[in-house]
Structure formats: C-alpha cells, structure tokens
C-alpha cells in the first residue's frame, strides 16, 4: 500500500500507545479512521484530538476477547466506510511472574486480549478486505499485528506474554503465507517492539471484572517493577514505532523492529534451536534486568 489518503483505518486499542501513534499517523495521511478501544474516556479524548485536526473518525468501544464486538466493529467500518484497507491489530496486555503462578485468570486475560483479539481481527476484517478486493480491481490492503520481541525470545518470568506473542507471530506468518497463496491485494506484517514507553505495565489498571487478578505473588510483584522500570528507560518512542511501522507496509516489509539491536539474541536462539543447544540467555545483551529479577527473587520463593 502506497496511498493512505482517504483509505479507511481500523484500530484497536486506539486510545493509548501505539494505537494512539497509528491513528496520529493516519489522520496527519488523510485516513479516515475506525478507532476501538475498552477505555471509553481515553478513546473520547483521543477522537476529539483527531477530529480537531480535521480527521474523519469513528470510535467504538470493543472488548477484543469477545468475537461478537470485533464482528459489531466490523459492521461499523463497512457500514460507515463501505471498505477497510489497514487493519492495526493492536489491542493488548501484559502479565508477568513465574509461568506456574500464573492463574487461569490470567491466562485467560492475556491471551483473550493479546491472542483471541488478533484472531477476532482476522477472521472478522480479512474476508471484509477480499470481498473489497473482488468489488475494486484497485484496491490495495494491509493488516499489522502487533506482537513483542517476546514473540521471538522467551524471556523469564514473562511467560503468559511470550505464549501470546508468539502466538501472534505465528498467526501472522500464516496469514502472510495464506495472502500469498491466493494472490490477494492485502499484505501482513508482524510489529515486534522491545521496550517502548507505551503504559502496557499498567494494562492491568483497565483488567475486566470476570478475569480479576488474585494477590500479586512475589514473582510478579517483581517482574512487574523491574520491566516498569526497564520500560520507562526505552530511547525509542511509541511514534517513532508508528512511522516505521507506516513505512514497511508502504514497502511491504514483514518483520517489523523498535530495535534491531535486539535481533542478536534472536539469532542465537535460532541457533540453539538448529544446534540443539539448551536454551541461551534472552537477556544475554541486557544482564542487569536478569540480576534485578535474580535480587528480587533471591530466597521469596
């Protein structure tokens, strides 16, 4: 995709972040834009922000675990605009701790919002876009999903994350390659940020009330704390994201990175994979996160 003027823009997780860089980016393009999110005050703001910059929005509310509001969504964007053409998959979560304190609640929570949302989105936009494609011989389209570097590494005491993450890695290889099969107008890219101040640490502040947390265990009380403070540190900007995300659907580039630097540490677990080594250090190029999570857990477990 090549043109974002006019084109129409569905976003979830729209009111903060990357959701709320994406639809910046989209207004200052001339998109017009479907924005969802669960934070009804934050949503209101961010769409009073964009149509004071004139930019033609829509906002619904959208719990992206629950199929029927993503296909509610759906309807909205094809009544309101006839077409969606960039479909941000962009809704999500964190949860840390050790894998096995984690409760069914929180698998339940992350992975209804961070995996089960980005299915939601596929299975309810892509046959929205095809048929689109069918109507418009012009027609050009584009779906991100937004995944972490924990899709790529498996980082300790984050394991409820890097599941869903690297669910949505491999969800969108499959749709790449499934596009690709059928030669459809519509391309995929997977956007795998490492630490970008997003306020994902605080996700669990807006946490629904049929998947409410127990008391936090140690494990997580210190995960949470040490990837605050590691996250409040990131250089890179959740609008830089956003533009370099713009930038690789306008190349059509797959992988999508907020730091290439990382990509050691991924190269090295491939590695191990293909050696059949033991599983390397995810944290090999940042050691004082794994000594902060080693201090806070040292003899509280």
């Known amino acids: 995709m090549k043109n974002f003027s006019q084109r129409v823009a569905v976003i979830t997780g729209a009111a903060s972040g990357f959701g709320l860089e994406f639809a910046r980016l989209g207004a200052q393009l001339g998109m017009r834009l479907v924005l969802a999110d669960v934070q009804k005050e934050a949503l209101a703001e961010t769409a009073a922000e964009l149509e004071l ?43 840390g701790g050790l894998v096995w304190e984690s409760t069914q609640a929180d698998w339940e929570w992350v992975l209804g919002v961070n995996l089960w949302g980005v299915i ?28 972490s570097m924990a899709g790529l590494l498996n980082p300790p005491t984050m394991g409820v994350y890097n599941v869903s993450k ?47 947390a127990a008391a936090l265990t140690v494990s997580q009380q210190v995960s949470q704390a040490v990837l605050e403070k590691a996250v ?4 890179v900007s959740a609008a830089e994201v956003a533009r370099r995300t713009f930038d690789a659907i306008r190349d059509q580039q797959f992988y999508i990175y907020s730091h290439p630097s990382a990509l050691g540490n991924v190269q090295r677990r491939m590695e191990d994979i293909v050696m059949g080594r033991n599983p390397g250090d995810p944290y090999e190029a940042a050691p004082h996160i794994r000594e902060k999570l080693q201090a806070g857990l040292k003899g509280k477990t």
């Not at 059928?182 to 890219?189: K, L, Q, T």
């Not at 409040?232 to 250089?235: I, N, Q, V, Y």
């Open 53 to 95: 910059a004139g930019a033609e929005v829509i906002t619904q509310i959208c719990d992206v675990r629950k199929g029927d509001q993503v296909e509610a969504l759906g309807r909205t964007a094809k009544t309101s605009f006839g077409a969606v053409h960039l479909l941000f998959n962009n809704a999500g979560v964190g949860a």
């Open 120 to 147: 939601h989105g596929v299975r309810v936009f892509t046959p929205l876009m095809l048929a689109s494609a069918r109507q418009d011989s012009a027609y050009e389209g584009h779906i991100v999903n937004t995944a």
């Open 166 to 212: 690297h669910a949505v890695v491999s969800l969108t290889e499959s749709l790449y390659h499934d596009l690709s099969l059928i030669e459809a107008p519509i391309g995929a890219s997977v956007l795998c940020p490492y630490f970008v101040q997003t306020g994902i640490t605080q996700s669990h502040r807006h946490r629904p009330d049929d998947v409410q």
């Open 232 to 235: 409040a540190s990131g250089k």
